[in-house]
């Protein structure tokens, strides 16, 4: 039985995205309807004015609903900020009796056992991810059922984040007047968006670079090894560009889109950069090596945070497959070769794959995550939308 309509909403720091999309036969995922608007309210992934994301929200949603004849009735939500973290947590249970089979129940039991951590009440589980099974002293086991041994023990890599930064989040979503199926960290929506299989066994890191925060995974040893979330976006760069050039941050993103950053090593020829007039702003000049040095810094140190990450857990040397950056900050000039140059090994652009449909949709690595909650919301079994009537359309337009 195909799969109805499902619908990924992501509140973002800089814009709204709602995806109505399914799956074919083949396996691809066809996108039906888009709706997106700037967004106003949002800040490094969190709510900070309630009324003004949800008419975001609100805005989004119709415009999916229009473009894609379906009514909307439940959303799977894009999750992303800071306060998002990664542990590790390890569970063992006993075999009884000794030195026999290892059943599905016993899996389950240690499995339970290593979600049993301790995050305090503040905290909420989002994923709790099972890296690999140890059977004895027996390390790097995939499948342990039928095996025989005394002990069976697994890693687990538990994302979770504050209680109520998410149910906020989950709040704007709800009085939007649609149901929320759940939640999913952003990093693994991009990462399930854009990474091949192949890529996933070489080794991997997933950069997702957005407004208000950096998302990063890594996929190592045949597993997801690290996640986590940096409150450091593009946004922050513009900010920093206004602050030291003393302009208006509106010239200051047209300057960060315009130029880009240069590559470290790169032959860079010092020149004025005319930064036009705007909005009672009466227009400089700037250098262009000032302004590179100013792009570059926080660049370079949001990338050396997750590179510090990598070598902390002993995983920069089996990064196979480099780093792949998605998201709205993808789009900097020459980001790939500096993220290369940084991160010292392959970089490559991520772009949702194996996807058809509306092309703004497939083909910008700025919709990576949403495309890749759809594809988890497809996973968890979460058709939620339904043919729009007319009944129903008229409903929408007056009732929102």
């Known amino acids: ?3 109805p309509p499902v619908v990924a909403l992501e509140i973002g720091t800089s814009r709204v995205r709602a995806l109505v999309g399914e799956e074919r036969e083949d396996g691809y995922l066809m996108i039906t309807g888009v709706g997106e608007c700037a967004s106003r309210g949002v800040r490094k992934g969190d709510i900070t004015d309630f009324d003004n994301a949800l008419s975001c929200v609100e805005q989004a949603l119709k415009t999916a609903e229009d473009q894609s004849k379906v009514s909307i009735n439940q959303v799977h939500v894009v999750v992303t900020g800071s306060h998002i973290q990664g542990t590790i947590s390890r569970g063992t249970t006993p075999i009884i009796p000794p030195d026999s089979e290892i059943t599905t129940d016993d899996i389950e039991e240690v499995m339970e ?7 305090g009440p503040e905290r909420r589980t989002l994923h709790s991810i099972h890296q690999q099974f140890f059977v004895d002293d027996q390390e790097g086991v995939v499948n342990p059922e039928g095996m025989v041994g005394a002990k ?4 687990m890599l538990i994302l979770h984040g504050v209680r109520n930064r998410i149910m906020n989040v989950m709040r704007v979503a709800s009085s939007a007047g649609v149901q929320t199926s759940g939640c999913a960290f952003a990093g693994l929506c991009s990462a399930l968006a854009v990474l091949t299989p192949e890529q996933k066994e070489s080794g991997c890191v997933v950069i997702d670079f ?3 925060t950096t998302d990063y995974v890594v996929y190592a040893n045949r597993c997801i090894a690290l996640a986590g979330s940096i409150g450091v976006g593009g946004d922050h760069v513009t900010n920093d560009l206004a602050m030291v050039l003393r302009i208006p941050t509106g010239p200051a993103e047209k300057l960060k889109v315009d130029l880009g950053v240069q590559v470290p090593g790169g032959e860079v020829q010092d020149q004025p ?6 909005g009672g702003f009466a ?3 700037a250098r262009l090596t000032d302004v590179n040095a100013i792009i570059s810094a926080r660049l370079e140190e949001t990338l050396e945070m997750i590179h510090d990450e990598l070598r902390r857990n002993n995983l920069h040397n089996v990064m196979g497959a480099g780093a792949i950056v998605s998201g709205g900050g993808a789009h900097l000039k020459n980001i790939v070769e500096y993220t290369a140059s940084v991160m010292n090994m392959p970089c490559h652009m991520g772009r949702p794959r194996n996807v ?3 092309a703004t949709a497939t083909e910008g690595p700025e919709y990576a995550a949403t495309v890749g909650m759809l594809r988890y919301g497809i996973r968890s079994g979460g058709g939620d939308a339904q043919p729009l009537s007319i009944r129903g359309m008229l409903g929408r337009l007056f009732g929102r």
């Open 113 to 119: 056992s290593a979600r049993a951590i301790s995050l």
């Open 152 to 155: 069976l023990s697994v890693s």
């Open 356 to 358: 058809s449909g509306i």
């Open 273 to 278: 950069v005319t930064i036009q007039p705007s």
């Open 210 to 212: 957005g407004a208000g």
């Open 1 to 3: 039985m195909p799969v």
């Open 283 to 285: 227009g400089r000049t």
